[in-house]
């Protein structure tokens, strides 16, 4: 069954398409995963199968025994567009709103020591919590947005998409002359420094602050269930 986008005020559902991710677009996250701020957008891909809701549960896989929270700014796609200039850039955005880019990070280091593809350290059921979206009439400028993130109503990160290494509009040019972005497409802008561990029994609450927010708790993969 596919996975629908929430909307307020839309009248419309339309199917998630791809999740596109950037890549180091904080400074100071760039500086405590100790790598060096990019020249231009790294963009990598989630499966939309990893999307979750307000309300439902991360999942830790058997696989990984470290799972780290990244909150981030999205921006949703809402008309077909490619090669298109920042200048007409939000245009073609349907709307905003919070995510979680949830991180394998024991996975992703050892697939990034060999020199390997880290998708899968990204790309498991349940590692891109994303909130209800704000349309963009009611946020007039994505350029100066204020986020946070609580886990067990302790802040962990808090940033504002001021500090961002590239603008909005930059990154809609950057990735539309990679790929056409079409309605549905959710692209998901970096996180701010402060990024941590999660456990079994955690509760995590995103918010932009005064347009939408985000809760969803954390649970231990028991077994492995194959369909028969």
Not at 203 to 208: C, R, T
Request: charged share 25%.
């Amino acid at each position: 069954m596919p996975s629908y986008l929430f909307k307020n005020g839309y009248s419309k559902d339309i199917q998630i398409g791809k999740i596109i991710c950037l890549a180091r677009t904080y400074k100071k996250h760039a500086e405590e995963m100790q790598s060096e701020l990019p020249r231009e957008p790294i963009v990598f891909l989630k499966p939309p199968s990893s999307v979750i809701f307000n309300g439902d549960s991360i999942l830790i896989p058997l696989e990984s025994s470290s799972l780290h929270h990244e909150i981030e700014f999205g921006v949703v796609i809402g008309e077909k567009c490619s090669k298109i200039s920042k200048k007409l850039a939000l245009d073609y955005v349907l709307g905003y709103l919070v995510g979680l880019d949830i991180t394998a990070r024991d996975i992703q280091a050892k697939a990034k020591k060999q020199g390997w593809p880290w998708t899968i350290s990204k790309g498991y059921d349940t590692f891109c919590p994303i909130s209800e979206v704000v349309l963009k009439k009611y946020i007039l400028d994505p350029n100066n947005v204020d986020f946070s993130l609580k886990v067990n109503n302790e802040i962990k990160q808090k940033g504002n998409t001021n500090m961002m290494v590239f603008s909005i509009e930059q990154l809609i040019e950057y990735i539309s002359c990679i790929m056409t972005l079409e309605p549905g497409d959710l692209i998901l802008t970096g996180t701010p420094e402060g990024v941590g561990e999660i456990r079994k029994g955690d509760i995590l609450k995103a918010e932009l602050s005064g347009y939408c927010n985000l809760q969803v708790d954390v649970v231990k993969q028991k077994n492995k269930d194959y369909s028969k």
